[in-house]
């Protein structure tokens, strides 16, 4: 956990990671602007990937630690999740309202609503903000977040090309009732109603 005042920290982006620190001033100067999102999305991306350990906290000298008696837990992935949340009897990890019957070593999260699974294991299923869309994915996916990510705007790019939300909105199917995108060994599958359409 890291506590600092933002200037100082800046200004240890500037002595330690000045590539990083030239892009967050460039982000800085935007911000409050109209050009806010279009700096952040053209600057933030390319932004140099390295930690704060490495690149700063390891090299600093101006770093004071403070020990403490406390819980730490640096869940990175959805597998990880076990580590805040009690296994039950069948390896389900639970961290919501879960109703299971027959399932087996599935990972559910969700803050508002029931998710129900009925026959399936090894799955991580995730309720977002979005009231139409969810995550389900393969256990065994849960660290490969970057083929995830592809494989998502894969996804979108097809929707996208073949105008389905056209076909939505010219249809008046304004509750759609069965609509998902599903990734499985870098195939991208769109399904709507009772349609089937894979590339």
């Known amino acids: 956990m890291f ?6 920290i800046l200004e240890q982006f500037k002595e330690f990671l000045p590539e990083v620190y030239a892009c967050l ?11 806010e999102m279009e700096a952040i999305n053209e600057i933030y991306p ?4 390295i930690s704060i350990d490495y690149g700063i906290m390891e090299k600093s000298d101006i770093v004071k630690v403070i ?6 837990s640096d869940v990175g992935s959805w597998d990880n999740l076990g580590v ?9 990890i639970v961290a919501g ?10 990972i559910t999260y969700s803050k508002k609503r029931l998710i129900t699974t009925i026959g399936v294991d090894n ?9 139409d869309a969810g995550i389900i994915i393969e256990l065994k996916y849960a660290q490969t977040s970057s083929e995830m990510e592809k494989a998502c705007e894969k996804a979108v790019a097809q929707i996208k090309d073949r105008r389905y939300a056209d076909y939505l909105k010219n249809d008046e199917r304004n509750n759609i009732l069965y609509y998902g995108i599903a990734f499985c060994r870098k195939r991208c599958k769109v399904v709507i109603g009772k349609q089937d ?3």
């Open 84 to 92: 805040l949340h009690d296994t039950d009897a069948n390896g389900n």
């Open 123 to 131: 799955l991580i299923i995730v309720e977002t903000e979005d009231p």
């Open 3 to 8: 506590v600092w005042k933002a200037s100082v």
């Open 97 to 106: 309202n879960h109703l299971a019957i027959d399932t087996k070593d599935c």
């Open 197 to 199: 359409v894979e590339e």
């Open 46 to 49: 390319v932004i140099p990937s």
């Open 67 to 72: 020990s403490a008696d406390m819980g730490w």
């Open 25 to 35: 001033v460039k982000i800085g100067d935007a911000m409050g602007t109209d050009s």
